[in-house]
C-alpha cells in the first residue's frame, strides 16, 4: 500500500469555476467596501455598478458550475472520520447556497431601490421586485448578513482544506489545483 | 347676380369657424388626472421617475389647431425616482438645482398634425435655461374628458442637468424621455400665467 494516496481529483472545467469564482468573490468584497465608505455620488454609482455586473457574472458561473457538477460528479473525500464527511457537505452545501443567494438578494435590493441592473452597461436584466424603499431596506439587511455567513464558510473551507493538507497530510488539497504533489 | 354657392358655403364655414374659436375650449390637469413621468439611463440601465407635482393648460380646438396653446409647469422639488438618496442628488445643485430653479416651464403655440398625432413645438425652461423642445401626443375625447397621452425626449445636457462629474455620459446618458398621460377637465379656473 502506498504510504501517501494519491487523490483523484476535479477536472479542469470545475477547477477554473471554482478558482475564477474565488477571484470574483474577492474583486466584490473589495468593491462593496469601496462603495460603503464612498459618499453619494458618481464614483459610489460605477463601483456598485461594477459590483451589480461582476455579481450577475458569479451568479452565471455558479449556475455553469452547479450544471457541471451533474455531469461530472466531484472525486471522492480521502478517507475521513464521518462527521468530517457530513461537515464538508454541509460546507459545500452552504457555500453553493450563498453563491446563488448573495447575487439574488442584491440583484432584488437594486431592483426595490429602482436601480435596474445592467450587466456591464451591455444587457439590462429584468426587476425581480417593484421599487420599495422598505424592502430595499430589508434586503440590504440581508444581503449584509448573508456576506459575513459567506466569510464564516469561505474561512471554514479554506481552514479545512488547510488542516488536511499541513495536518492530516492526505493530499486532500490537490483535488482542486491543477498540479499534482511532490 | 346671387352669390355662388361656393361663396356661399365658404361664408358659412368662416362663421362656423369664428365661433367655435370663440368658444376654444380650455382644458386642465395636474397629478390627480394624470401621470408625468421621466425615464433615464445609469449605469446602462433604463429606470423610471415621475414628478408628484403639475399643472397642465390646454386650449384646444381642433378646426384651429394653430391656435392651441399647451403650457405645463412642473415643480421639480416633487421629481420622485423612489430611491431617497439618488433624489437628493437629483434636487441638488448639480442636476435640478431646485433651491434656485423650482419649476420647470414648457409653453407651446399652435400644434401640427402628423398621422393621428399632434405636433406641438414649443419652449421648456428647465434649470434657467429655455431651449425649443417637441412633443408629440394624441388626444382623444369622451364625454367629460379629454385623454392626452404622449412623449418627447429631452438632452439633459443642453438644460445643464448634470454638472461638473455628471456632465458625462459614459455613466449617466444624454437623453431623457418624458411621458405624460393625462386625463384633461375643462378648465375651471382663469388662464395660467
Not at chain 1, 455598478?49 to 472525486?75: D, F, M, N, Q, Y
Amino acid at each position: 500500500m502506498p504510504v501517501q494516496q494519491t487523490p483523484a481529483r476535479y477536472g479542469s472545467v470545475a477547477q477554473t469555476l471554482h478558482w475564477v469564482i474565488v477571484g470574483l468573490l474577492i474583486v466584490q468584497f473589495t468593491l462593496a467596501s469601496i462603495a460603503d465608505d464612498l459618499p453619494n455620488g458618481l464614483e459610489k454609482l460605477i463601483t456598485l455598478a461594477r459590483h451589480k455586473s461582476v455579481g450577475i457574472t458569479i451568479l452565471s458561473l455558479a449556475i455553469l458550475r452547479l450544471c457541471w457538477r451533474l455531469v461530472e460528479r466531484p472525486p471522492p473525500l480521502p478517507p475521513m472520520s464521518r462527521w468530517q464527511a457530513v461537515a464538508a457537505r454541509i460546507s459545500h452545501a452552504a457555500l453553493y447556497t450563498l453563491l446563488f443567494a448573495m447575487p439574488l438578494t442584491g440583484w432584488m435590493m437594486s431592483s426595490a431601490s429602482n436601480y435596474p441592473v445592467s450587466w456591464f452597461g451591455l444587457v439590462q436584466l429584468p426587476d425581480l421586485v417593484a421599487p420599495d424603499p422598505a424592502l430595499k431596506r430589508l434586503l440590504h439587511e440581508v444581503h449584509e448578513t448573508l456576506s459575513k455567513i459567506l466569510i464564516a464558510f469561505a474561512g471554514l473551507h479554506v481552514a479545512g482544506a488547510l488542516k488536511h493538507q499541513f495536518l492530516d497530510r492526505d493530499g486532500l488539497m490537490f483535488r482542486m489545483l491543477p498540479w499534482r504533489p511532490r | 347676380m346671387a352669390p355662388s354657392l361656393t361663396l356661399r358655403a365658404a361664408l358659412a364655414l368662416l362663421a362656423c369657424l369664428a365661433c367655435t374659436a370663440a368658444k376654444a375650449e380650455a382644458w386642465q390637469a395636474d397629478q390627480n388626472s394624470g401621470t408625468l413621468d421621466f425615464v433615464a439611463t445609469q449605469a446602462g440601465a433604463r429606470f423610471q421617475g415621475h414628478f408628484r407635482e403639475f399643472a397642465v393648460r390646454l386650449d384646444f380646438d381642433s378646426l384651429l389647431p394653430a391656435n392651441a396653446r399647451l403650457d405645463v409647469t412642473i415643480t421639480m422639488r416633487s421629481a420622485d425616482t423612489a430611491d431617497a438618496d439618488r433624489d437628493e442628488v437629483l434636487h441638488g445643485a448639480d442636476f435640478f438645482s431646485v433651491a434656485q430653479f423650482p419649476r420647470a416651464e414648457y409653453h407651446a403655440a399652435g400644434f401640427k398634425r402628423d398621422g393621428k398625432a399632434w405636433v406641438a413645438s414649443g419652449m421648456l425652461t428647465l434649470r434657467g435655461v429655455t431651449k425649443p423642445l417637441i412633443v408629440r401626443f394624441e388626444l382623444e375625447p369622451s364625454s367629460s374628458e379629454l385623454r392626452m397621452k404622449g412623449s418627447s425626449t429631452v438632452q439633459r445636457l443642453e438644460f445643464g442637468v448634470g454638472q461638473g462629474e455628471w456632465a458625462s455620459t459614459a455613466w449617466i446618458g444624454n437623453p431623457v424621455d418624458v411621458d405624460f398621460d393625462l386625463r384633461l377637465r375643462p378648465a375651471t379656473v382663469a388662464a395660467s400665467p
